[in-house]
Nanobody, 124 residues
Framework: QVQLIESGGGLVQAGDSLRLSCVASGRTFSSYVLAWFRQAPGKEREFVAAISRTGSTTNYADSLKGRFTISISRDNAKNIVYLQMNDLKPEDTAVYYC???????????????WGQGTQVTASS
């Protein structure tokens, strides 16, 4: 069982940066692939990025590559996964969720544990 708690969201101006954090409880944090998803109002939840157990492999949504700089990282000693987002745009406004899975995937149904989400709002 893994409990995930996100933080770091907020209201920013377009072009600003944010770093989201997700703290996990439990001793098996390093056993899980961690990912970030987001859901904008009226839209389906979409994959943002995932990172392997050791952090050696990362995967990003094709739709987001090149549009804004994103970087996922993790610190297994601290049970934390981060999502660094630069040059935010209004269309990045969404609730961002942290999720854990035993396998690397961009599909949300493959993730067994979810946080409550943190709101990111980028205003123009």
């Amino acid at each position: 069982q893994v409990q995930l708690i996100e933080s770091g969201g907020g209201l920013v101006q377009a072009g600003d940066s944010l770093r989201l954090s997700c703290v996990a409880s439990g001793r098996t944090f390093s056993s899980y692939v961690l990912a970030w998803f987001r859901q904008a109002p009226g839209k389906e939840r979409e994959f943002v990025a995932a990172i392997s157990r050791t952090g050696s492999t990362t995967n990003y949504a094709d739709s987001l590559k090149g549009r804004f700089t994103i970087s996922i990282s993790r610190d297994n000693a601290k049970n934390i996964v981060y999502l660094q987002m630069n040059d935010l745009k209004p269309e990045d406004t969404a609730v961002y969720y942290c999720a854990a899975s035993l396998s690397m995937s961009a599909y949300d149904h493959r993730y067994d544990f979810w946080g409550q989400g943190t709101q990111v709002t980028a205003s123009s």
